[in-house]
């Protein structure tokens, strides 16, 4: 469904949802036949929340697609990550919160090294570390350029973001300046249509100003832009499912991301008990609430089965204080799966649980892939989670006549 459709119908109640995200929750077992993370993991309440609720599985993208945990998120709430795609540039901002205002335009950098000639021979400076690149980065954010506010922020090591606020509109398509070999100078900024001139100008002028401050530097003399987007003008969370939201998260990405519609985001420290005491004190004022646990996704990248069970163990710990702040309808599950036996995400169907509201029965009776496969949801993709949520807290009318 589209998410005007989706507005067209959302009535008001008194009722709150929680969305309750375990990142990269989705996995596969050690070896054939045997559990997976999750159902390895001693978790009665959320086998409780599966018994008593509805269950299934989604593809957070699409089937067969590795989600990124910003399209994974997007399509959490509600916002189908193939319409609603956001650009390399932007994801970055976000990564680190980066207040990004509409007509931003947001572009990836490298810092990198070019010889006499001209010509990159290392396109990531020899990965200069943090310490160094950091006031390299202050440096470049000193740069003005007639036409447009310009921001840089340090990322990581050879990574940093530049925000450009342009005083007119500009489009963001504009090609990359990293020719992706070495040997070869940089590209100019080249647009690919007339709204964007004014951009790629813009990058070039602040290009040729880089490349004088930089010039004497030994470690990083020049820089190379990639992944040029601006922040979406998307309908806001609240415009279309008609609930006042708000974010609980301990890493930026997942803030940022929540904040780009429109939500109230909150930082907490690492850790799944941290989430219980902003959850009682926003969840009066709010309609919505959005809690992520990093945790599970985390040792899935390490390859670590058995820390992914224990912190799965934790997640499952909270939900009765989770319950306690009275929610009338809780969304468990992941933004994509993260299986240590992959040590990276993967294109598997994320298992999911809806509990609370007017539901049918089904024949799950705990957490976990293999039982959420008999769940009365099936198998959906992950953009279709919010509208069932949403029914089930009675805040969607009747579609036609
Ligand atoms: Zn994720």
Not at 56 to 85: M, N, Q
Not at 158 to 181: C, K, Q, S
Not at 342 to 349: D, E, I, Q, R
Request: proline residues 8%; negative net charge; hydrophobic residues 40%.
């Amino acid at each position: 469904m589209r998410l005007d459709q989706i507005a067209a119908l959302a009535q008001p109640n008194d009722t709150k949802v929680l969305l309750y995200v375990l990142d990269g929750l989705g996995g596969l077992p050690r070896e054939p036949g045997g559990p997976t993370e999750l159902e390895a993991a001693n978790t009665p309440h959320l086998d409780e929340l599966a018994r008593a609720g509805t269950c299934g599985l989604h593809h957070p993208v699409a089937p067969g697609i590795t989600p990124g945990s910003g399209p994974g998120h997007l399509a959490l709430f509600g916002y189908d990550p193939l319409v609603y795609e956001t650009g390399r540039g932007v994801l970055e901002a976000l990564g680190i919160e980066f207040p990004l205002e509409p007509g931003d335009i947001a572009v990836r950098a490298n810092f990198c090294t070019l010889d006499a000639a001209g010509n990159i021979t290392d396109r990531r400076a020899g990965r200069i570390p943090t310490a160094e690149a950091a006031p390299l980065a202050e440096m470049l954010d000193e740069i003005w350029v007639e036409g447009a506010g310009c921001f840089v922020r340090h990322v990581k090591e050879h990574r940093f973001i530049l925000v450009l606020r342009p005083e007119a509109a500009t489009g963001p398509n504009v090609d990359d300046t990293d020719p992706g070999r070495t040997g070869e100078p940089p590209l100019r900024a080249r647009p690919r249509d007339e709204e964007s001139e004014p951009t790629a100008w813009l990058l070039d002028t602040w290009l040729e100003e880089a490349r004088r401050r930089l010039a004497d530097q030994p470690h990083a003399n020049m820089t190379l832009l990639r992944g040029v987007s601006s922040r979406p003008r998307w309908p806001g969370f609240q415009d279309v499912f008609g609930m006042k939201s708000t974010a609980v998260a301990a890493y930026p990405m997942y803030r940022g991301v929540a904040r780009l519609l429109g939500m109230d985001a909150h930082e907490v420290a690492d850790g799944a008990a941290s989430l219980v005491p902003d959850l009682r004190a926003r969840f009066d004022a709010n309609d919505f609430a959005f809690l992520h646990f990093k945790s599970p996704d985390k040792a899935g990248e390490d390859g670590d089965f058995d820390r992914k069970v224990a912190v799965l163990e934790e997640a499952d710990s909270i939900i009765p204080d989770l319950m306690k702040a009275g929610p009338d309808v809780i969304l468990v599950t992941g933004d994509h799966s993260t299986p240590a036996t992959m040590m990276s995400h993967s294109w598997h169907p994320v298992p999911f649980l809806i509990h609370g509201g007017r539901a049918q029965n089904d024949e799950a009776s705990s957490f976990g892939e293999t039982a959420c496969r008999s769940g009365a949801h099936g198998l959906i993709r992950g953009c279709e989670l919010m509208p069932l949520a949403t029914a089930r807290a009675g805040r969607l009318a009747k579609f036609g006549a």
